[in-house]
């Protein structure tokens, strides 16, 4: 399911979809909302 975007500052992609593993797998102290102004993960395109 497509919803807000959120991205880790470890991370050069942002991600939309509840569904990407990679973007679950985010630690919480890394995670932030928004964009973070990086492009789309290529697996949350995909979703
Ligand atoms: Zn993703």
Same mark, same amino acid.
């Given at each position: 399911m497509k919803t807000?975007?959120? =991205? /880790? %500052?470890?991370?050069?992609r =942002?991600?939309?979809n509840? /569904?990407?593993?990679?973007?679950?797998? %985010?630690?919480s102290e890394n995670r932030r909302s928004g964009t973070g102004g990086k492009p789309l993960c290529t697996e949350c395109a995909r979703l």
């Open positions: 807000n975007p959120w =991205h /880790s %500052i470890k991370q050069d =942002h991600h939309d509840t /569904s990407c593993n990679t973007g679950n797998n %985010i630690e």
